[in-house]
């Protein structure tokens, strides 16, 4: 990566040589913690949990990351592509439904490394949307299940929010190279997910317009197509949101019902609603660098 390329934003660090990329990484992975979690989407998460790694930095610059701890950058354990490697193979054996790569893509280098060979489960690529498909294709074949984000439809909403006007330019045709790569989703006797795509959207209070953008645009590719979307409630203002930009209040029931209205109308039936009470920080898991 002595010119890295890896995300949209196509800085050019020399990360080999010591430089850090926009996303705020070096050469190695930073791992934030490795452990089972319950909290995804049920043929995700399952009876015995999705086998989440948290990646530390981003690409993006979201004013109401969950994640902020470590988006960031400022927490984690460095790991090379061979001990990332044996990190996937212990929570593999530690009967988890699946390996959650989440926030890998500033990362993906050493993924691909780290996955050259298989690791006895399903791989799920866990990203915010906001990726080059040259950096997907160096992945085909070692992912089986991507599970991403489409936050914006609106080029200002992606600006103001996440510092990538780019953003719907850069996530469709990221999501359109997904689906090519998976296919129409599988899922095993268990009720899990072993191959296919999930496309999230997190509805933000006050931009019903972003959501009705999204949606709509969902619908056109992917309504009947054995694509999963996941419609999300679970937006909680940070602390400090005045200070940062972000939505001040959490979603109303008015708003999430219009969304699931308009799910209806535009036939998308195939995927997961979200209850109100999940929006709390009772869902996000410490990172506290367990299982690394």
Known sequence: MAECRLCPRACGADRDGGETGFCGAGADAVVARAAPHFWEE??????????TVFFSGCSLRCVYCQNRAISSGAIGKTLSAAELRELFLRLAGSGV?????VTPTHFSAAIAEALEKPVGVPIVYNCGGYESVETLKMLEGKIDVYLTDMKYSDAEAAARL??????????????????????GYVIDDEGIMTRGLIVRHLILPGYSENTRGVLRWFADEFAGRHVKLSLMSQYFPPEDAEKLGAPPRRLSPEEYAEAELLCAELGITDGYFQELDAASDAYVPPFDLTGV
């Open 42 to 51: 049920p043929c995700i998460s399952g009876t015995y949990g999705s086998g």
């Open 97 to 101: 439904h699946n390996i959650n790569l």
């Open 162 to 183: 996440s510092g990538a006007p780019d953003y719907f330019d850069f996530a469709r045709a990221a999501v359109r190279e997904m689906s090519r790569q998976v296919g």
